[in-house]
């Protein structure tokens, strides 16, 4: 069975602009979660979905958004980028609740 | 709320046992996680525990868990070169999010 997949895995970008990035769960799992992680704050919680809903959001400014599609694979999307958005982006699956979540590699982000 | 601690680095031998520690607050937590990171990678789930557990054992890892304390152990039989890392642990709530600690790097010295 095939891991959680995130594409792309390295993405340059300048302040201002948006960015997207993917992730495909587990074959199977409903719910897809995000994280970033930064040397200095860590491992954050962004947000999680199951069947297309948002069941809780971290403590990210309006900026961050995603969303879930009926096949389980979800998108964040970052406006307005930040030098401070420069960060590893890690998508998680697992099969309904927040049992055993298995990651994806990650999307790496820098923002110039 | 939630907050997860975790001491920063560890340096053992080869073939000696490495035991990382992890104290957390929630006590409503459902399920704790250890998680190891190797440079420019994901996180790769280890183990996980139920918290009405002690312990769990699988293969070359033991978990331990003191509900009271809210303390919780990994423990890494044999160390190898292969467990230089860093292990993250977390625990998960009933709002669909897990909870990190710092990390601690783990040195496998020869």
């Known amino acids: 069975k095939a891991g959680v997949t995130q594409t792309p895995r390295y993405l340059i970008k300048t302040r201002g602009q948006q960015v997207t990035l993917s992730c495909s769960p587990i074959?199977?799992?409903?719910?897809v979660s995000w994280y970033q992680q930064t040397p200095g704050q860590g491992l954050q919680f962004l947000f999680e979905?199951?069947?297309?809903?948002?069941?809780n959001k971290g403590n990210f400014p309006g900026r961050f958004s995603g969303r879930q599609f009926s096949n389980s694979r979800s998108e964040m999307n970052v406006s307005t980028l930040e030098l401070g958005d420069s960060a590893l982006y890690l998508c998680?699956?697992?099969?309904?609740?927040?049992?055993?979540?298995?990651f994806g590699p990650g999307t790496r982000l820098t923002v110039l | 709320g939630e907050d997860v601690e975790q001491s920063l680095f560890l340096s053992v031998r080869e073939g000696d046992s490495s035991v990382i520690n992890c104290t957390y607050t929630?006590?409503?937590?459902?399920?704790l996680y250890w998680y190891k990171q190797e440079p420019g990678a994901g996180l790769q789930l280890l183990t996980y525990?139920?918290?009405?557990?002690d312990m769990k054992q699988d293969q070359r890892l033991t978990v331990l868990l003191n509900k009271k304390d809210k303390h919780l152990s990994l423990r890494i039989a044999d160390t190898q070169t292969g467990d230089s890392a860093i292990y993250f642990c977390?625990?998960?709530?009933?709002?669909?999010?897990?909870?990190f600690g710092a990390g601690t790097t783990v040195t496998v010295r020869a």
């Open positions: 977390a625990e998960s709530t009933n709002d669909y999010k897990l909870s």
């Open positions: 929630d006590s409503s937590s459902t399920y």
């Open positions: 525990i139920f918290s009405n557990m």
């Open positions: 074959s199977g799992h409903r719910s």
């Open positions: 998680a699956s697992s099969l309904t609740t927040l049992r055993s979540p298995f």
């Open positions: 979905y199951f069947s297309e809903t948002q069941r």
